[in-house]
């Protein structure tokens, strides 16, 4: 079974810090995505990597940065929290395009407080 | 850009009926996939079912059916035999055909199943 695991389930912050979450993914995926998810707003993409060291933005990527040095670990950075941040943030991963499969594997999420 | 909508914030079902999930995506792109996800509480995030746009049968997996409609672009979750067990949050996902795997989610529908 593909696992996706993320750093932290819940995690409080204070306004200015600098937060790291981690995600990691056992299956050898190409392809890595953080989301943030919000009432009423669904599941927003914030960044993709379809490969070490590459990354694309997605929808919502102000206030955030993200890294890929090993293909199993995503890592996204909040480089100064902000109280707008506070939110349901999820992890997933495929296999590229092509693959018979292109079923988002999804973390357990990591729901973020900033005070 | 595509965008999808979930019109029912909430629904509820007793235990053994049936219930339809309503969705609705704005496209114009000719190949693409749509999803629908499972969010139970405090649970990670899984497939529930895949639709393939070149395909015309609507896609079936044991007790949940989708009603694929492409010029209407519609795309309908049914539950059969409602259990307790499928109280959850249903996201539907649009994905086209690109290098990436990229989803773009709707706002999302709970959905109580009552005893």
């Known amino acids: 079974d593909v696992k996706v695991t993320q750093s932290s389930r819940y995690l409080v912050k204070r306004t200015g810090e600098k937060v790291f979450l981690e995600c990691v993914q056992d299956?050898?995926?190409?392809?890595m995505f953080w989301y943030r998810q919000d009432p009423g707003l669904g599941l927003r993409l914030i960044y993709f990597?379809?490969?070490?060291?590459?990354?694309e933005k997605g929808d919502i990527p102000e206030g955030y940065s993200v890294s890929r040095e090993k293909k199993e670990r995503f890592s996204l950075i909040l480089e100064s929290a902000s109280t707008n941040q506070t939110s349901m943030y999820l992890c997933a991963s495929t296999p590229p395009q092509g693959v018979i499969t292109n079923e988002q594997f999804f973390g357990p999420g990591t729901r973020l407080t900033v005070l | 850009a595509q965008t999808v909508t979930q019109s029912q914030p909430e629904m509820s079902v007793q235990e053994a009926e049936t219930v339809t999930l309503s969705c609705t995506y704005d496209?114009?792109?000719?190949?693409?996939?749509l999803f629908w996800y499972k969010q139970p509480p405090s649970r990670q995030m899984i497939l529930v079912i895949r639709?393939?746009?070149?395909?015309?049968q609507n896609a079936t997996e044991n007790r949940f059916s989708v009603n694929f409609q492409k010029a209407a672009k519609s795309f309908s979750l049914k539950i059969s035999d409602s259990q307790l067990g499928d109280t959850a949050m249903y996201f539907c996902a649009f994905m086209k055909r690109q290098y990436g795997n990229k989803l773009v989610f709707g706002a999302g529908t709970i959905l109580r199943v009552k005893s």
């Open positions: 639709q393939e746009a070149y395909k015309q």
């Open positions: 299956m050898d995926h190409e392809n």
């Open positions: 990597s379809y490969d070490v060291k590459m990354k």
């Open positions: 496209t114009s792109e000719n190949n693409y996939y």
